[in-house]
């Protein structure tokens, strides 16, 4: 019974992804303009002290140690310093000692966990992240143009690339029935909600036999439901009393698959783009999904957007929460807030210059 269930779970995940297919080819060039704006520059640094925080579980974990060392060797350059996390630590103490040890860049190689925790450390800081990714999602990666599959095109780019500020994000959790609170920061897409609820119940053996795609089962499993009444304030405006399934606030907005969720984001506009769901049947999902792939314009009353720097979301009840994947708990009351161009990443050279990057402001501004 189990084989068939997964069988059956791996077709609808093909499915769902040759759905999307046309509207992924159309929109690349679309995600391009819209989430990559500023002019890349170069480091100019003819050598460089190379630090790596690396999760030694993953699959190319070493294959990527070799490609290191040996690129940095080729260069002429000290050997790299490998700091390497564990589960206690994914990575939030081995990239402050990365920048204790005087490193020009440091490379965040493994998931989208090790990239976030590298990036906490190193926002507001004159130190470059390079990115490796070795995880299922490679959010950040996927967002500014990095091939996800060529792993020595991304080792050149984190050591010889140009650089880029970016926006973070941090996102405040607080359950009052609990009494805890925890902080944590992400570069692509947080959320209370549906989203969360996904995220918390992938089954770990799907994601590790078809990879992104395990959460296309998770969501069908969850979206029979009950919309949930939150109080939403925007930059400190009166609250907004609606009743939700899922809210998300993305920095940028392409998610694995090729799908553009949030095509209007931009990584480095100093805002997030908030994307408020409340569909009350399976009419409202099918309409949601349609409008996501094939890019309607067309406003829907169960998917409405906004823009701000802050958010306050409060409920009565808790609801679980993510940030880029990774479940972060349930809160009543969620504060987000956006920090620009704090984080200075490598990226390949064109990833921020071409023309059409400054039309599609242009366009976005005309559109606000």
Aim: aromatic share 6%; proline share 4%.
């Amino acid at each position: 019974m189990r084989d068939w269930l997964l069988y059956l779970v791996i077709a609808g995940a093909l499915l769902f992804a040759v759905s999307s297919w046309w509207g992924v080819r159309r929109l690349k060039a679309k995600h391009t303009r819209s989430a990559v704006r500023e002019e890349t520059h170069d480091p100019s640094l003819a050598r460089q002290k190379v630090a790596v925080v690396l999760n030694p579980i993953k699959a190319r974990s070493a294959e990527a140690r070799v490609l290191i060392e040996s690129t940095c060797l080729a260069a002429g350059w000290e050997a790299p310093r490998f700091f390497e996390t564990s589960a206690e630590d994914p990575g939030f103490s081995q990239a402050r000692a990365a920048v204790e040890f005087g490193a020009d860049v440091v490379l965040a190689g493994g998931g989208d966990g090790t990239v976030r925790a590298v990036a906490e450390v190193l926002a507001h800081t004159d130190i470059a992240m390079g990115l490796l990714p070795l995880g299922t999602g490679n959010l950040l990666a996927r967002n500014v143009n990095l091939e996800i599959g060529d792993l020595r095109g991304c080792v050149d780019t984190a050591l010889f690339g140009h650089q880029r500020f970016i926006d973070t994000a941090r996102m405040r959790v607080e359950n009052a029935r609990t009494g805890q609170s925890a902080d944590h920061a992400f570069l692509v897409i947080a959320g209370i909600g549906l989203d969360a609820e996904v995220v918390g119940d992938t089954y770990d053996g799907l994601k590790k036999a078809v990879g992104w795609l395990a959460y296309t089962e998770a969501g069908v499993r969850h979206l029979p439901g009950r919309r949930k009444r939150v109080a939403i304030s925007l930059d400190d405006q009166p609250e907004q009393s609606r009743k939700i399934r899922s809210v998300l606030f993305a920095n940028c907005g392409l998610i694995p698959g090729g799908i553009d969720f949030i095509p209007q984001a931009m990584i480095d506009d100093g805002v997030l783009d908030v994307v408020v769901m409340s569909p009350r049947s399976a009419i409202g999902w099918l309409a949601m999904y349609w409008k996501i792939v094939l890019k309607h314009k067309r406003t829907l009353p169960v998917m409405t957007y906004y823009r701000s720097g802050k958010i306050v979301i409060r409920c009565a009840e808790p609801m679980p929460t993510q940030v880029d994947g990774d479940p972060t708990g349930e809160a009543t009351t969620v504060t987000v807030q956006v920090a620009p161009r704090s984080l200075l990443i490598r990226v390949k050279e064109d990833s921020g210059s071409e023309d059409p990057v400054k039309s599609g402001a242009a366009g976005r501004a005309g559109n606000s």
